[in-house]
């Protein structure tokens, strides 16, 4: 047997009687029959008397904020997957932190989880907790009387942890399950149950004895383990990832092009969702950048991706672009009643120099600017490729960009069938012009 | 040249791979979302991690352990999320732990706008965490201070073992524009300074007059303790007050000592000008626009471009707003970080225009506060 790992200038403060001690000792054991050295462990502790847990052992440790031990504990294990990592809450860890422990239990993650079930808050002072029995009297007045305590086991089991033990900290045999448990390669979790002196056995009955019998009452929890039988989190995660290819680099776009403009033109987009408003938009951007522009793009959209309006702002300038938004775009591509709505004020303030490209059939505020009406339908585009029809009808004027730059844009972005499609697009309205 | 059309919240990601990131953890939420769209792609094929955490207290919590293990980490987040993180900000200003930590600000109070920008948690990031200690705060302007400022961040996080917040806003993070990767300058890489391994290892031990702790990561050969509670060097809680007082003045001296050495900025002056704008963010880009249309008029205007928030860098203030008659600080919110610009300067004429309706605050509406 290897040495104990017992941190010998800091013996345990819990109260007399208290049986965290008990399940102190017996991790201690587990940890010497398991022949591990303090630099394979790292205990995470929570908050409460569970966590004192890590001060009283000679191995790496980490003791955080209330409930989120197990959060620490995945980040840890993560990168450091040969660490046997232990966990140690209370029952009022486990119902601050209930997502956490959900979460844990369903990723299957390699740490073993030790719950000091003694059914009170016993540092803040015998408090109810998510497992407190409703008969029970503790520091939370009538409160306790209204919740039904959680049996973790079954909770843990429904989220998908396979190893699920309760088990009294009176019990010879805690040390050999703990071992067990640390072994145990997944998410393990021991529901240990015990007595608090302090507080809890103050007004309620519980003793090793009664403890026993209410543990070999409850439905046994033997089923998990074949039915959340999987592979450990970190293995899949590295086997998944392993087979990833490397992800690309940001795409650098040579200039191969002359711009038609050097000064700064600005272009709005107005539609609706599904007319692929900011895939025209980024075309816009890559046929400048491949003139050797600096280009921006600011979009515009309700959550609701398949619904609503779609704005996109873009600004193309031989200079570096400050502000980003638009004051005085020089073409508007007006596609959907929806983008048009929500630039109103902008469109009644255009001036001659702006030109409108206009869906048909679309009301426009009273302005100045040069509206051209285009009947797409007619002209046998299908309402997603508008606002791309559109850039082919403003490039094959040489306003903004030329036809070169959106061909370029189009082989930067689509491959296959997508950017044949497109083609077929932009050459029908250049041919049509 | 070759130009590369990006967003921000990918610049974001870009430069935290470059600064050797292998760690993310976030809980997705717009603005912010792309990032962890990003660092997904990175992070697992060059045996990185990124989690999608169950929230985003889950999300930091991993990341702090992942950190505490020695690896370089980062997580990004929203207003709703930023305010889930703050216990969790407490512990990795408390303990010292390595942590770049992303608010791609969106407008609030609470959930607010989701595709709507603001700056309105300027001094939340500074103020939102319990303790009341300082923290260092980056502010992007464009794609380049993305890449570059996330590499400072991370270097700042591992030079003072800190966390480190990037105070973005959506209308950087989710604004593509052109940038040309190459022309880009990027600061050396910094790592934690290690433990000797010789000499005994106190977790929170500074040798002499240095005020930043060695590093040893959870896993080393000898046991590493971090701990949340009030503690002493060897990372034991303690109860003695004159150790207490060492260390939380060791806390806030690590970060203000040194900051001279991180004040980012950038100054742009005309001969004769006497009146100069402040601003930071996205809002500068605005300020920078109408300091050149109010100049081409035959108004010479200077402009201040702050991109370090915090500590508030009042030496560079004071140098740099000597002389000006009037001064004006803009920016998205109803008046945050002018209050600490009047803190340093007392008794000029600092001067305040903001905006909190989700909108860009436009060269215009600033060009009609300096006209006279």
Redesign the interface.
């Known amino acids: 047997m290897t040495p104990s790992l017992l941190n010998q200038e ?1 013996p345990p403060v819990f109260c007399p009687g208290c049986a965290h001690e008990r399940v102190v000792g017996a991790l201690d054991k587990a940890f010497q029959g398991m022949g591990l050295k ?2 394979e462990i ?1 205990i ?1 502790s929570d908050i409460g008397c569970s966590g004192l847990f ?2 009283f052992f ?8 209330h409930g ?1 031990a ?11 997957p ?2 046997h990592v232990v966990v140690t809450m209370g029952d009022g860890g486990l119902g601050i932190g209930g ?2 422990l ?2 844990t239990c369903r990723r299957n993650i390699d740490l073993t989880l030790l719950v000091l079930n003694n059914f009170n808050y016993g540092m803040t002072g015998g408090q109810c907790s998510s497992t407190t029995p409703p008969e029970a009297a503790v520091g939370s007045g009538f409160l306790n009387r209204l919740e039904k305590p959680m049996d973790v086991c079954q909770v843990a089991g429904a989220a998908g942890a396979p190893h699920l033990e309760r088990v009294s900290a009176y019990d010879p045999d805690l040390a050999a399950l703990m071992e067990a448990a640390i072994r145990f390669e997944g998410f393990a979790l021991l529901d240990i149950w015990g007595v608090c002196p302090g507080r809890y056995t103050k007004r309620n009955k519980l003793s090793p004895q009664s403890i026993a019998g209410s543990l070999a009452s409850l439905p046994s929890v033997v089923r998990f383990r074949k039915e959340n039988a999987r592979e450990e989190y970190g293995r899949h ?1 590295r086997r ?2 392993a087979a ?4 690309a680099a ?6 191969r092009h002359t711009p038609v403009a050097e000064a700064r033109q600005e272009v709005v987009l107005l539609g609706s969702a599904g007319q692929r408003i900011v895939t025209a ?2 075309l816009l ?2 046929a ?2 491949s003139a ?12 609701t991706v398949l619904r609503g309006h779609s704005v996109s702002e873009v600004i193309l300038s031989k200079n570096d ?5 638009i ?1 005085r775009p020089a073409v508007v591509l007006a596609l959907a009643p929806e983008g048009v709505a929500r630039r109103k004020e902008m469109l009644a303030g255009l001036e001659e120099e702006t030109l409108v490209i206009c869906a048909a059939g679309i009301d426009l505020p009273m302005c100045r600017a040069q509206i051209e009406t285009i009947d797409f339908k007619a002209a046998g585009i299908r309402e997603p490729d508008w606002a791309l029809a559109a850039l082919a009808l403003i490039a094959a004027r040489n306003t903004v960009a030329n036809p070169a730059m959106l061909q370029t844009a189009l082989d930067l972005r689509f491959k296959g069938k997508v950017h044949e499609l497109a083609m077929a697009v932009v050459e029908k309205i250049i041919n049509r012009s | 040249m070759a130009l590369t059309l990006m967003e921000g919240n990918e610049a974001i990601a870009w430069g935290a791979r470059a600064a050797g990131c292998r760690f993310f953890a976030g809980y997705p939420i717009t603005p912010a979302t792309t990032i962890y769209n990003a660092m997904l792609r990175y992070l697992p094929p060059e045996g990185g991690v990124c989690l999608q955490g169950e929230d985003e207290i889950a999300s930091i919590g991993f990341c702090l352990g992942a950190s505490m293990a020695g690896w370089k980490a980062m997580t990004a987040t929203s207003g709703p999320g930023i305010s889930l993180y703050s216990e969790q900000i407490s512990f990795a200003v408390g303990s010292e732990i390595p942590l770049v930590i992303v608010d791609v600000q969106r407008l609030g109070p609470s959930t607010g706008s989701a595709t709507k920008g603001a700056d309105g948690d300027i001094q939340f990031l500074q103020w939102g965490n319990s303790g009341g200690l300082p923290v260092i705060v980056l502010a992007p302007v464009d794609i380049r201070d993305c890449i570059v400022l996330t590499l400072q961040a991370f270097n700042l996080s591992e030079s003072y073992r800190c966390p480190v917040f990037l105070a973005t806003n959506k209308e950087i993070a989710m604004t593509r524009e052109t940038v040309d990767l190459e022309a880009i300058a990027l600061p050396e890489i910094v790592h934690r300074r290690s433990a000797d391994a010789q000499a005994p290892f106190l977790p929170f031990g500074t040798a002499g007059d240095r005020l930043v702790p060695d590093f040893l990561p959870i896993g080393a050969d000898r046991p590493v303790r971090q701990t949340s509670s009030t503690h002493g060097p060897d990372g034991y809680i303690t109860a003695d007050p004159d150790l207490i007082a060492r260390s939380q003045d060791r806390l806030q001296r690590k970060i203000t000592a040194e900051a001279h050495r991180f004040t980012y900025f950038e100054a742009d002056t005309v001969p004769e000008a006497q009146t100069l704008v402040i601003a930071y963010g996205v809002t500068a880009r605005a300020a920078q626009t109408a300091v050149q249309a109010l100049r081409a008029d035959g108004r010479p205007v200077d402009l201040l471009v702050l991109k370090t928030l915090w500590p508030v860098p009042e030496t560079l203030l004071r140098e740099k707003t000597a002389g000006y008659d009037r001064i004006l600080v803009v920016e998205m919110n109803l008046g945050q970080y002018v209050r600490e610009i009047q803190r340093a300067l007392p008794g000029r004429d600092v001067r305040f225009l903001g905006q909190m309706n989700g909108e860009l605050i436009k060269p215009r509406q600033i060009q009609e506060v300096l006209e006279p």
């Open positions: 800091r303090g630099e790292a995470v890590d001060t000679h191995t790496h440790a980490l003791h955080g904020l989120r197990l959060t620490y504990a995945t980040g840890i294990k993560m990168a450091r040969d660490l997502a956490h959900l979460s995660y998944e990832a990833l290819p490397p992800a940001p795409q650098a776009i040579p200039v938009g980024e951007c890559l400048a950048a050797g522009l600096q280009a921006s793009q600011k979009n515009d959209y309700p959550i672009i400050g502000f980003t938004g004051d």
